[in-house]
């Protein structure tokens, strides 16, 4: 009652109140089978978040290893930088004596000048890891580290069999997972093909007008038996998850071979890393002995500069390679731990 109907009552649209409740008897196990399905994609989540975070970790220790080169790198061409600066400095002395030509010495200068740009660029490529490595750590600022390269110690190779790397990768738990929720999903849907029994009660009731009580009350109570004959979208359910089962298990099988090719083909590096970083240890010394040997002979005049150049461009190239591959050797072993599950 309002003033827009004269104070006085009025039915308003007739309105209805309904609910139900029901209750499936689970008797063939569809409904159990898509509780399995819904906590296996559940487990497949968490060991995507945990295959994530390896892969983060990964990332970080290879940044980190790549400053530590860069920074050895650099200084291995400082020390070069000085050595062809007192060399230059020789060679200039000489050039005002006129005893060497003037061809000579501008060959120094920009082998010196050649130098000085790799230094510029090594500064560039340290600063972009450092980049890198703090925005993998979540955007904080880093610094720098100064430990050189060739004082980490790398670990004992870890030996693992085929059933522990199948337990410990978490992209193979993670597709093991997906491929148990499709098995699943198809015996679910196959098993909706069978009868089913429901038990179900509901009411509901219709009034004229919101301040009224019901005039009407319907209400219902009983079994419900639902026997399948021939249902198209039932069938066709059935068919379209038996290929998503096929799918994820081909998924699973090439996860799980490339798994094993990563791990034999990461201990396979290591292995003969290993025997590489020994033979360019023999060729440092040799070489680092050649070039004090050289420099020897040059100061006493017995050699020509062209010797002494070839004699630092060999030593510096030794020494590189050297370090190029201690860190090659401790990505291997970041690739073999991951390869392996972590740990």
């Not at 000085?82 to 050039?95: G, M, T, V």
């Not at 919101?210 to 249902?231: C, E, H, N």
């Not at 040997?293 to 020509?304: L, V």
Request: aromatic content about 4%; proline content about 3%; charged content about 25%.
């Amino acid at each position: 009652q309002n003033r827009s109907t004269g104070y006085s009552p009025e039915d308003l649209q007739p309105w209805t109140s309904s609910g139900s409740l029901s209750w499936e008897v689970d008797l063939s196990g569809r409904i159990r089978a898509s509780i399995r399905a819904a906590r296996e994609a559940e487990r497949a989540a968490f060991w995507d978040l945990h295959a994530g975070r390896l892969l983060t970790t990964t990332q970080v220790a290879e940044a980190h290893f790549r400053i530590l080169r860069l920074n050895e790198e650099r200084a291995i061409i400082s020390d070069s930088v000085a050595a062809n600066r007192k060399i230059l400095e020789a060679l200039r002395e000489r050039a005002k004596a006129e005893l060497i030509s003037e061809t000579s010495l501008l060959r120094q200068q920009a082998e010196h000048e050649k130098l000085t740009r790799n230094l510029l660029d090594l500064d560039r490529l340290r600063g972009l890891a450092h980049l890198q490595l703090e925005t993998l750590c979540g955007g904080a600022s880093l610094p720098v580290s100064a430990t050189p390269l060739r004082t980490i110690r790398t670990p004992a190779l870890p030996h693992r069999t085929t059933s522990e790397v199948l337990a410990r990768r978490p992209d193979l738990l993670a597709a093991e997972a997906r491929l148990r929720s499709a098995f699943e999903l198809e015996e679910s849907a196959r098993l909706n093909l069978l009868p089913s029994l429901t038990l179900g009660a509901g009411t509901s009731g219709r009034s004229s007008s919101l301040l009224s009580d019901f005039r009407m009350w319907i209400a219902s109570a009983g079994p419900l038996l639902d026997i399948p004959v021939y249902d198209p979208q039932r069938l066709a359910s059935v068919a379209s998850n038996r290929a998503a089962t096929e799918e994820s298990a081909a998924i699973y099988r090439r996860k799980a071979l490339l798994a094993f090719e990563e791990v034999e083909g990461a201990y396979l590096n290591l292995v003969n890393r290993h025997h590489q970083l020994q033979v360019a240890q023999r060729e440092v010394t040799a070489l680092e002995k050649a070039r004090r040997n050289t420099i020897a002979t040059f100061d006493k005049g017995i050699i020509s500069q062209i010797e002494l150049f070839e004699s630092e461009r060999r030593s510096l190239e030794g020494r590189r390679q050297h370090l190029a591959l201690r860190h090659a050797l401790l990505k291997d072993h970041l690739t073999l731990i991951r390869a392996l599950g972590g740990g």
